[in-house]
């Protein structure tokens, strides 16, 4: 199946400072990505996606990056505040088997 | 509003007595999922409804158990619940299309064994 997993599980920054999480995937046959962030004692919500014909896309305060030469992807997420600190995970979706499979998580900490 | 809710928030059970967590959807999505998390650790998927149709993952255990009654309703049963399957158990659901493929997940049901 799927695997996706992350390099850093701790990510600790100051406000203000941007974030760079990152994220490596396995299998290639991922049509879409999605970032999820995680706060404690709720589910996953919804960051921002990147289909996989795509480099780039940001949205507000986050960029992600796709770079499937590598097959690595990262959230950028710009001028940090402390409601951003969470677990974020990123997850690939394969369409035909309407799966998201998930990567260990990277906690980050914003300090004020 | 809530679009996916579970019920309830924290459920409490004993070693070997079957539980049962719900989930209830106001979005019409054609997939449910159920996953399991454990403490620091990524939602693992246990298994999906696209609409009647069930499709369980190859390493989840015979414990867990589904059902999906109407297209807003699925429930997780847990036949015996053991010490390890303590856990934060979430519901998701999507549309199910190459479109539109975001996961709405619910707030999560925290299962303690005890």
């Known amino acids: 199946g799927e695997s996706v997993g992350l390099h850093l599980p701790t990510l600790s920054v100051q406000e203000g400072d941007n974030s760079i999480i990152n994220c490596a995937y396995s299998?290639?046959?991922?049509?879409?990505f999605i970032w999820y962030k995680q706060e404690s004692g709720k589910g996953p919500q919804f960051i921002i996606d990147?289909?996989?014909?795509?480099d780039k896309r940001q949205g507000q305060r986050v960029t992600v990056l796709l770079n499937k030469t590598v097959k690595h992807l990262s959230l950028q997420i710009a001028a940090t505040q402390p409601g951003d600190s969470a677990v974020y995970f990123c997850?690939?979706?394969?369409?035909?088997?309407?799966?998201?499979?998930f990567g260990s998580g990277t906690k980050l900490n914003v300090k004020p | 509003d809530a679009m996916v809710i579970q019920n309830p928030r924290y459920q409490v059970t004993q070693f070997g007595k079957p539980v049962t967590l719900s989930c209830s959807q106001t979005?019409?999505?054609?997939?449910m999922y159920w996953y399991q998390q454990k403490s620091s650790q990524a939602p693992k998927l246990l298994f999906h409804?696209?609409?009647?149709?069930?499709?369980n993952e190859a390493d989840t255990p015979d414990n867990f158990q589904s059902r999906r009654p109407n297209t807003s309703f699925c429930f997780l049963d847990i036949r015996s619940p053991g010490l390890g399957d303590a856990a934060m158990y979430l519901c998701?659901?999507?549309?199910?299309?190459?479109?539109?493929?975001?996961?709405?997940f619910g707030q999560g049901t925290r299962l303690t064994v005890v």
């Open positions: 998701a659901t999507s549309r199910g299309t190459a479109a539109n493929t975001e996961a709405f």
């Open positions: 299998n290639s046959a991922s049509d879409y």
């Open positions: 990147i289909r996989s014909n795509m």
């Open positions: 997850a690939g979706v394969i369409y035909n088997f309407n799966k998201f499979y």
């Open positions: 979005l019409n999505h054609n997939v």
């Open positions: 409804y696209y609409d009647k149709d069930f499709n």
